[in-house]
């Protein structure tokens, strides 16, 4: 049989073929993907490892990161940020507010964690082990990979509502289109046409490699933001007649607009901290370590100029059009009553259309791909992963309830928090203070290694934590079947500042009180250079005298640089 049709034969087999891994033991099956990223891969310039993921444009001299985080923040869910705290009753200025509150929340732990991938050059499911053991570290991709194929959903639902505006602007009569399903099913027959259709766009683009994608990328960059602002300046000259809607007051007072403050906050923290947890995916890719740094003042700046657009969006379109629309794709399907009105409405979903593609492909299906490989890697690869997001996130999970209104979409991002901070909290504390920057990356990839098959402290802390929460998660899924009292509903309120920090707390506690001994090693061992042979001890391997001297703990590398 010829190389070419084994390879096609591979292709329908259940059983991928073995990778050989330069750190996992012979025994484990692992694949080169989840190895620390070789020097020649790594990049020089300043990246936004979040935003940007896989899509700069060095070649192109648009390797600037402020550009593209703006470019890839303006989106429908980011925009919806603010937009929907002012639609559930609270001002503009405190949806400004909660927003910045949320994006230090966001860029504190982003910044710290991320220094663990720039500084090891490993991705999140290696980087996990260190603070949660081999197997238990399972359970973080586990839930991390689940909101992923959730993410994957709600930007999919977002594009549909963007090809619904689409063809109405060229056949006004798609809005009238007779509905067929039930109401039960939580979307009319139109809606599941454009969510059909938009697959039929995007699925093609899941599948090529991501390099390819840069003129589309490009594209989105050039044309997205301008788009947005365009949309902006809009709405506010045409609303400049009517009141200031800067100075709108809240629906709200007293206990009940504290706690929708709070649980605004946590909602709008919670839909971007996975960014604190899989930075490591992305910082990995850095050239010098600290190149993450920057992040610290660009997420809540962008964040906050982003959610502006929302916030001007939701106030202006009261007096407009009589009520406070969240969403940008339900402003556009206000201009649908005039030819030039249907050309503007074409032209702005259409680019939202390109937003939500370009995020699904580098944010979501990418992320779980990379998720699901680590877990079943003798059944799962990258593109395979991908086909599974694409199934199960953008049909079985039903996104386009989550999108119904804007209450729904802020539970949805409220309970992504419950499990992303206290994983964020556990790896901040493990390597800045329990571990002090110092690990042994090949211990990493060895269940029998030095950290273990399970942390017995991050468990009992993922126990304690997340515990006390999962009444008010229920409560917010399902409000009508379940009932809690209020102390644990005004819990569930700051759940993310519940679990970050009683996380980091705890953590730090049982590690003075239970210390770990042989994990706590005098210097980094690398994992992307060549044992020496015979330079190992019963903890850790020796650091070859040849290479740097340790000088105040910074990491040290053993023997000689690997050649590809």
């Known amino acids: 049989m010829s190389q070419k049709a084994k390879n096609f034969m591979r292709t329908f087999s259940v059983t991928l073929p073995k990778q050989t891994s330069s750190l996992a033991p012979e025994y484990v099956w692992s694949n080169t993907d989840q190895d620390p990223v070789p020097v020649e891969r790594r990049h020089d310039n300043i990246i936004s490892f979040e935003y940007l993921r896989l899509t700069e444009f060095p070649e192109l001299g648009l390797g600037q990161p402020s550009f593209f985080t703006f470019s890839d923040l303006v989106t429908y869910s980011t925009w919806a940020n603010g937009a929907a705290v002012v639609a559930l009753g609270l001002s503009p200025s405190d949806a400004i507010w909660i927003v910045f509150v949320a994006a230090l929340c966001n860029a504190i732990p982003t910044v710290m964690n991320g220094a663990i991938g720039a500084d090891l050059h490993i991705p999140f499911p290696i980087v996990v082990r260190a603070s949660y053991g081999y197997w238990l570290s399972y359970f973080c991709v586990v839930s991390r990979g689940i909101l992923a194929l959730f993410w994957f959903g709600v930007q999919s639902a977002g594009g549909a509502t963007a090809i619904t505006q689409m063809i109405t602007a060229i056949w006004p009569s798609y809005a009238t289109l007779h509905n067929s399903l039930p109401v039960s099913a939580g979307i009319t027959s139109k809606g599941l046409i454009s969510y059909f259709i938009y697959h039929c766009v995007q699925t093609p683009f899941l599948f090529i490699p991501t390099h390819r994608l840069k003129p589309m990328f490009l594209a989105k960059t050039i044309l997205v933001p301008p788009m947005a602002l365009a949309m902006v300046i809009y709405l506010a000259v045409a609303a400049k007649d009517g009141p200031n809607y800067w100075k709108t007051p809240s629906t709200v007072s007293g206990s009940a607009r504290a706690w929708l403050w709070l649980s605004s906050l946590t909602s709008v923290t919670g839909g971007f901290s996975t960014l604190a947890v899989n930075i490591p995916d992305f910082a990995r890719f850095a050239k010098k370590p600290g190149s993450q740094v920057w992040q610290l003042?660009?997420?809540?700046?962008?964040?906050?100029?982003?959610?502006?657009?929302?916030?001007?969006?939701?106030?202006?379109?009261?007096?407009?059009?009589?009520?406070?629309?969240?969403?940008?794709?339900?402003?556009?399907?206000?201009?649908?009553?005039?030819?030039?009105?249907?050309?503007?409405?074409?032209?702005?979903?259409?680019?939202?259309?390109?937003?939500?593609?370009?995020?699904?492909?580098?944010?979501?299906?990418?992320?779980?791909?990379?998720?699901?490989?680590?877990?079943?890697?003798?059944?799962?690869?990258?593109?395979?992963?991908?086909?599974?997001?694409?199934?199960?996130?953008?049909?079985?999970?039903?996104?386009?309830?989550?999108?119904?209104?804007?209450?729904?979409?802020?539970?949805?991002?409220?309970?992504?928090?419950?499990?992303?901070?206290?994983?964020?909290?556990?790896?901040?504390?493990?390597?800045?203070?329990?571990?002090?920057?110092?690990?042994?990356?090949?211990?990493?990839?060895?269940?029998?290694?030095?950290?273990?098959?399970?942390?017995?402290?991050?468990?009992?802390?993922?126990?304690?934590?997340?515990?006390?929460?999962?009444?008010?998660?229920?409560?917010?899924?399902?409000?009508?079947?379940?009932?809690?009292?209020?102390?644990?509903?005004?819990?569930?309120?700051?759940?993310?500042?519940?679990?970050?920090?009683?996380?980091?707390?705890?953590?730090?506690?049982?590690?003075?009180?239970?210390?770990?001994?042989?994990?706590?090693?005098?210097?980094?061992?690398?994992?992307?250079?060549?044992?020496?042979?015979?330079?190992?001890?019963?903890?850790?391997?020796?650091?070859?005298?040849?290479?740097?001297?340790?000088?105040?703990?910074?990491?040290?590398?053993i023997g000689q640089p690997r050649t590809s």
């Open 297 to 557: 003042p660009a997420i809540p700046f962008f964040k906050v100029l982003v959610s502006i657009f929302g916030v001007v969006g939701a106030s202006a379109s009261k007096p407009l059009y009589g009520k406070i629309l969240w969403s940008p794709l339900d402003i556009i399907a206000q201009w649908q009553g005039s030819s030039g009105g249907r050309a503007a409405a074409f032209f702005c979903a259409m680019l939202w259309c390109l937003a939500q593609i370009c995020v699904n492909i580098s944010a979501n299906s990418i992320s779980f791909g990379n998720d699901i490989t680590s877990l079943f890697p003798r059944y799962f690869n990258i593109r395979r992963g991908v086909l599974f997001a694409m199934f199960v996130g953008g049909w079985a999970m039903v996104p386009w309830i989550i999108l119904s209104n804007a209450k729904n979409f802020l539970n949805f991002m409220s309970a992504y928090a419950v499990f992303m901070a206290p994983i964020a909290g556990i790896m901040l504390v493990d390597y800045w203070f329990i571990k002090k920057r110092k690990i042994d990356v090949p211990a990493l990839y060895n269940p029998e290694g030095i950290y273990g098959k399970c942390n017995w402290r991050s468990l009992v802390i993922m126990v304690v934590v997340i515990v006390p929460m999962l009444p008010g998660l229920a409560n917010k899924v399902t409000p009508k079947r379940v009932k809690i009292p209020a102390d644990l509903t005004h819990l569930f309120a700051i759940n993310w500042l519940y679990g970050f920090i009683s996380a980091c707390i705890l953590y730090y506690t049982f590690n003075l009180i239970w210390k770990d001994e042989k994990t706590l090693i005098p210097a980094t061992i690398h994992g992307d250079v060549q044992i020496v042979e015979g330079e190992e001890s019963s903890n850790h391997r020796r650091v070859d005298q040849g290479e740097k001297e340790l000088k105040r703990n910074e990491s040290v590398e």
